[in-house]
């Protein structure tokens, strides 16, 4: 079974930084489409970058350009997302995912999540 865990998690002022990890374990990460999502209390969950399977194409919402790097490490099975001015409102619960066969919908394994609190 395939399993993700978020970790770099936590509560940080607006204009500073954090970076997330997801830790992928019981598949084949080097071969996934990998991304992450967030939620925020109230709203849908939303897509905030996506990152394919050799790292040669890139994906950003826009409410992030510029201000996120997704990376992955496929020899240490990690993807990451470096938060750079992080505001407010992106805070959220972060969750990675991971998608074997991009010819169907959906993402096929998802982490627990992990809580990033931006205060102002």
């Known amino acids: 079974q395939v399993q993700l865990v978020e970790s770099g998690g936590g509560l940080v002022q607006a204009g500073g930084s954090l970076r997330l990890s997801c830790t992928t374990s019981?598949?084949?990460?080097?071969?996934?489409?990998m991304a992450w999502f967030r939620q925020a209390p109230g709203k849908e969950r939303e897509v905030v970058a996506t990152i394919n399977a050799i790292a040669s194409t890139t994906y950003y919402a826009d409410s992030v350009k510029g201000r996120f790097a997704i990376s992955r490490d496929n020899a240490k099975n990690t993807l990451y997302l470096q938060m750079n001015s992080l505001k407010p409102e992106d805070t959220a619960v972060y969750y990675c995912?991971?998608?074997?066969?991009?010819?169907?919908?959906?993402?096929?394994?998802w982490g627990q999540g992990t809580q990033v609190t931006v205060s102002s």
């Open positions: 995912a991971a998608d074997r066969d991009t010819r169907k919908p959906g993402y096929d394994f």
């Open positions: 019981g598949g084949t990460f080097s071969t996934y489409y």
